[in-house]
């Protein structure tokens, strides 16, 4: 061999200097990128967001739910131009995945919401901040270019809801989701057990854990505290555990509190928890412009439905017509795309972008979203077909029920 051949085979790829970027670079799943935030952040916070309520059921249900589907790809279909837009209540998007709302964002990194947005909008997709995120609502809506929604819960302060309610609107923001399934707040063992609070508690355990943690801690010691700032009012001084929040939901919810909401709201209004057909059909009576199917990543009822299970059900009693959005369980592209052959308009994660959140920051999520979306365009080349309407034109030859001995 040549000495000119072996220069060649020995040539070395530059380095990337940024601490972050190579670490976004090295993580090519979802998975990757939770073993990124279990190193980066301390136990509790990294099990408040990994974790769910009780037993966990749902949160591996929820996975295991899309693995219950193969798919059967059709051969010889022209594929070298994929077509992720889609119109979403009224909005169009670059791709259907969005970043659903998520309590208490700036525990993984100061930047919060802000920089979730920031990824969104370099993506062209929408992002949710929720009642209890660490952003003011006025801030969120103020990040420049990506479609931005807020989430709503009912609390037992109507005054405060409503004000809620106002600001959102006086923010111009286009969508509001309520979420319903937290009339009380599930019990998050992990939580539990690891003493969470929040704002985090000063105790020998976190003094242990910044001696490991060093960068977090440090990090988060130079920013102003996180917390609910939109519902600081309400929300006593000191620290709290998510326990301690409870007085702050309605377990007396109704739906004429959903028509009062309805009444309030001018915007685009997205029903979230995980409803059954005749549910999703009363929301829709209601003034519900959309449906959000979520059993809340598992965190509230554990052993909850499945939401990818309820897509078909519901989207054939509300019809073509209502939006309908999904979440829970979804870590990839290919998830995402069993999810739209349903009758999804939109699929959105949580956990995932918190883990990239965790990661790098804003680069983080946006390395979600460059994972999720290249997925989803390779699943849909690999099964033959160039656009949301032509899979879901052909879904019942796509995607298939596995037999029981392939459900792995």
Not at 258 to 286: F, M, T, Y
Not at 318 to 329: E, F, N, W
Not at 349 to 378: C, D, H, I, K, N
């Amino acid at each position: 061999m040549r000495m000119d051949e072996v220069r060649q085979l020995i040539r070395m790829a530059p380095v990337e200097p940024d601490r972050v970027r190579r670490l976004l670079a090295r993580c090519q799943s979802i998975d990757d990128l939770r073993l990124a935030a279990r190193r980066v952040l301390p136990r509790s916070v990294f099990d408040y967001i990994d974790g769910a309520a009780d037993e966990e059921v749902s949160l591996a249900a929820n996975r295991a739910a899309f693995r219950r589907y193969r798919f059967v790809p059709r051969m010889l279909h022209d594929v070298g131009t994929i077509n992720l837009t889609t119109q979403v209540l009224g909005t169009e998007l670059r791709a259907p995945i969005g970043l659903a709302p998520t309590g208490y964002t700036g525990i993984v990194n100061p930047a919060g919401e802000v920089a979730v947005a920031g990824a969104a909008a370099r993506h062209g997709v929408p992002c949710v901040l929720s009642t209890v995120g660490t952003t003011t609502i006025e801030d969120f809506a103020a990040v420049p270019g990506s479609p931005r929604w807020f989430q709503l819960y009912i609390l037992r302060d109507r005054g405060l809801t409503w004000s809620l309610v106002e600001r959102a609107t006086a923010a111009g923001l286009p969508v509001l989701e309520v979420t319903l399934d937290t009339q009380v707040p599930g019990k998050r063992l992990r939580d539990i057990r690891n003493g969470f609070t929040i704002p985090p508690t000063l105790t020998l355990t976190t003094l242990a854990d910044i001696g490991v943690h060093f960068r977090y801690w440090t990090e988060m010691v130079t920013h102003a505290a996180p917390s609910f700032v939109n519902i600081a009012a309400s929300v006593a001084g000191g620290p709290a555990t998510l326990a301690d929040l409870s007085e702050l939901f309605d377990p007396a919810l109704t739906w004429d509190d959903l028509a009062e909401l309805r009444a309030r709201w001018p915007g685009r209004l997205l029903v979230k928890g995980p409803l059954s057909p005749d549910d999703a059909a009363r929301a829709v009576a209601a003034g519900a412009d959309g449906i959000h199917l979520s059993n809340h990543g598992g965190r509230q009822l554990d052993r909850a439905v499945a939401p990818v299970e309820l897509i078909r059900p519901v989207r054939e009693r509300v019809g073509p017509d209502v939006t309908i959005v999904a979440d829970s369980g979804i870590r990839h592209g290919a998830d995402a795309l069993i999810a739209l052959a349903f009758g999804a308009d939109l699929c959105m994660v949580g956990r995932a972008y918190m883990y990239g959140l965790a990661a790098g920051g804003e680069l983080g999520v946006s390395r979600v979203l460059e994972l999720l979306t290249a997925q989803l365009r390779r699943t849909m080349q690999l099964c033959g077909v160039r656009s949301l309407a032509e899979l879901r034109e052909n879904a019942d030859d796509i995607v298939v029920l596995a037999r029981p001995e392939d459900r792995k």
